[in-house]
């Protein structure tokens, strides 16, 4: 399914450049390309108990929170929507089915890249586009970075502030470059943007082609292909009108189409056949889509996405959607050229078969069609990729980067991004607890260190609530658990039970283990308390919501993260995920640690200590719970993360629960324990720390989607069911 499982070795592994310019976002929190071995699909796709299996497991650990997001689509406004929507996740956190743990940013960095010059957004993919960074060819200094900043807040949404950017660096003597070199740290498995939800893919993709409609670097959504739409009165149907001229090319930049509507057709029904996991984006959105993708409905002319004309392409809704314009920056609604695909093999509808020997679309960079910024020229595996400036690009005179260039990192050196950002291989570089005091003895960090911005991403650790792998299914001799079956039957009882997921989330001490990477001092910075961002959306007007039978009315202005601390303490839950005095004064579910607390950790574990005991389980010294926690032992950060995780817990929980850490002895096994997983049923971990989720579009809905039943909702496969 979003983009977008994000995953965490992008915090540390992204060029600070990014995240400094806005929202970075990557693998989090999408379907994955990885492939189900025989026999693990004979124990899992195959058994004709799963899915009763996984929905009995759903309704009694997720039931409360499905029974009251059920009630959103009841709002009769949008403010009321948001407040049940915070009211919805809520519960979901007093599941305890995963514990947030931190977001993007909040980290030390020194970068040449200008602050607030990639395009900014919290949601979908355009925060990847980097063709209007500004990059010096010296760091810019921290003071200056400040300055720049500021100003930018000032003049968001007039337009100015990238013009303003490039006098005030020349004025303050920088001199800037038309290349950007910048670190990444997992290869696109393909280059269909279609075809894909992991953010691997797409963050590579999307500087190939351009959407309807992208937001510019203050924020504002801009015309890109469309040069203007209209929106009927009744809300249901949305018009654009398309540049006239703008070419397809190949990779070595031959013309071969003209863009025209019928490619955002096509490049619809393409994303519907091939259901690489975002589909579910458009379903209930645009007419017939749930119906074309269930197979109810197979003649795509039914479905709400029509060329008018060579120039006009129109999009009928099922209902009003206040987001809708949100969600043409994200891949789902990225053109295809028709003519193109097919060369490539491809076919529509009922014929569409990704496996056919002439298949070869999206394979690699040469077998798709460009019609953004940049053709890749070079795309070697964990080496380098390489983006050139697009020659028949529709606006090429307005970029300020033409080479874009991508090097690998597996973070095997923690030292590595540091050094190649001194020696120019790199243009940022997050500063880690290793590199951060190398700064300060080079004598760069008190001129040139920043704090990075957080963003919308959240990353989580899950909770398997029914394992059935104890290898990597594609490789079953990689990060293979010790568990006895005995103590697998215990863990998995014990991961049934509320009262112990919250006992765990409440036992780890996440400043500690944060801080493995970012430092004592910022420690705090990035730490999320909840699923969506607390301060993602707020009420537009006054609303009055039931909580626990009492009419609670909340004023115009509210967080998101106030609403939803109301629910749990009325629900007498002891999570703090909001903190009205954080953020000097305005509120925020970041930047303090509001779950951790052993001694909650133990009453929450006694109790589910006679639960358990009642069932025939016991826990004790002598019969801790072992629980599972894969890591990547080839990376030294997240090798001292995980042993963090292990002491503040078994510490917390006085020895009655055990973290048996499972060495991943590459990112590519890490990855294969869980990100790159299709089902539930393949999730090899009790514990999982690697993936998040970053938003699609402006709505929480965007965030709690994902946890829908049966197949719906992507992230419900970290938790070991559909």
């Known amino acids: ?117 990639v395009d900014y957004t919290l949601w979908g993919n355009d925060y990847e586009r980097f063709h209007q960074a500004l990059v010096a060819t010296d760091y810019i200094k921290a003071a200056d970075r400040a300055e720049m900043k500021a100003k930018w807040a000032e003049l968001k949404g007039t337009g100015t502030y990238e013009d303003w950017a490039k006098s005030y660096l020349q004025e303050k003597g920088y001199t800037l470059k038309d290349t950007y070199n910048y670190v990444y740290p997992s290869d696109p498995v393909t280059w269909d943007v279609l075809a894909t939800s992991l953010s691997a893919d797409s963050e590579a993709i999307i500087n190939t082609y351009d959407g309807l409609m992208e937001y510019d670097c203050e924020g504002t959504l801009q015309p890109a292909l469309a040069e203007s739409y209209e929106v009927s009165d009744d809300g249901l149907t949305y018009t654009f009108k398309l540049r006239e001229g703008v070419k397809w090319v190949d990779s070595q930049g031959r013309e071969v189409a003209d863009v025209t ?109 460009y019609c953004g910024p940049y053709l ?88 398997n609530l029914n394992r059935a792998a104890f290898a990597n299914t594609n490789d079953d001799t990689t990060v293979v658990s010790s568990e006895t079956d005995e103590q697998k039957a215990q863990t998995n009882a014990a991961l049934q039970n509320v009262h112990f997921r919250r006992a765990i989330s409440f036992g780890v001490d996440r400043a500690s283990y944060n801080a493995q990477v970012t430092g004592e001092d910022l420690k705090y910075n990035s730490l999320r308390n909840g699923y969506t961002p607390g301060t993602f959306v707020s009420l537009d007007e006054d609303v009055t919501i039931d909580i626990n039978g009492e009419e609670t009315t909340f004023p115009a202005g509210t967080y998101y993260g106030e609403i939803e601390q109301a629910q749990i303490d009325a629900d007498g839950v002891k999570i703090k995920v909001w903190d009205s ?32 005991k009642a069932d025939g389980v016991t826990i004790d010294a002598d019969n801790p719970v072992v629980l599972d926690l894969p890591y990547a032992s080839n990376d030294e950060r997240y090798t001292n993360m995980a042993n963090a995780y292990k002491q503040s817990l078994e510490a917390s929980l006085e020895g009655l629960v055990k973290v048996n850490l499972v060495a991943a002895n590459s990112n590519d096994e890490w990855y294969y324990a869980g990100y790159y997983t299709s089902y539930g049923y393949e999730a090899n971990y009790d514990i999982y720390d690697l993936s998040g989720w970053g938003p699609d579009y402006g709505d929480p809905k965007t965030y709690l989607d994902t946890f829908l039943p049966d197949y719906a909702g992507y992230m419900v496969r970290t938790l070991g069911i559909f």
């Open 376 to 463: 890749v020229t070079n795309a070697t595996a964990k080496n380098t990729i390489v983006f050139q400036a697009n020659d028949s690009y529709w606006n090429k005179d307005n970029i300020n980067i033409k080479t874009l260039t991508w090097v690998y990192n597996d973070g095997t050196d923690v030292t590595k991004t540091y050094t190649d950002l001194k020696s120019g291989v790199l243009d940022g570089a997050n500063l880690n607890t290793s590199t951060i005091e190398t700064a300060k003895t080079d004598g760069l960090f008190d001129d040139y260190a920043y704090v990075t911005d957080t963003e919308a991403t959240s990353y989580m650790a899950f909770y």
């Open 261 to 369: 509507a019928d490619d955002f057709v096509a490049g619809m029904q393409h994303m519907m056949d091939a259901q690489g996991g975002l589909e579910y984006l458009v379903e209930g959105i645009i007419k017939n889509a749930s119906e074309y993708i269930d197979g109810s409905v197979t003649d795509f002319s039914q479905v709400g996405v029509k060329a008018v004309d060579d120039y006009t392409v129109e999009y009928d809704l099922e209902a009003p959607c206040t987001y809708f314009t949100t969600m043409l920056g994200y891949g789902v609604f990225a053109p295809m050229s028709r003519t193109y695909y097919e060369s490539q093999g491809g076919k529509f509808g009922q014929e569409y078969d990704s496996s056919a020997s002439d298949y070869t679309y999206g394979k690699d960079p040469n077998s798709i069609a």
């Open 1 to 117: 399914m979003k983009k977008k499982v994000v995953s965490a070795m992008l915090i540390v592994a992204m060029s600070a450049s990014l995240v400094g310019c806005g929202k970075g976002s990557a693998d989090a929190n999408t379907s994955s390309n990885a492939q189900t071995e025989e026999g693990t699909e004979s124990a899992g796709a195959s058994d004709a108990n799963y899915d009763a299996t996984s929905s009995e497991i759903y309704d009694a650990q997720l039931g409360d929170f499905y029974e009251a997001y059920q009630k959103v689509d009841d709002a009769s406004s949008v403010s009321e929507k948001y407040a049940l929507e915070a009211v919805a996740e809520a519960k979901l956190l007093e599941s305890g089915v995963m514990l947030p743990t931190r977001t993007r940013g909040g980290m030390y960095a020194i970068s040449r890249v200008a602050p607030r010059t």
């Open 581 to 612: 005095t954080a953020d000097e004064g305005n509120g925020s579910s970041d930047g303090f640690d509001g779950w951790y607390s052993p001694e909650n950790a133990m009453e929450e574990l006694n109790t589910a200590i006679d639960e358990l």
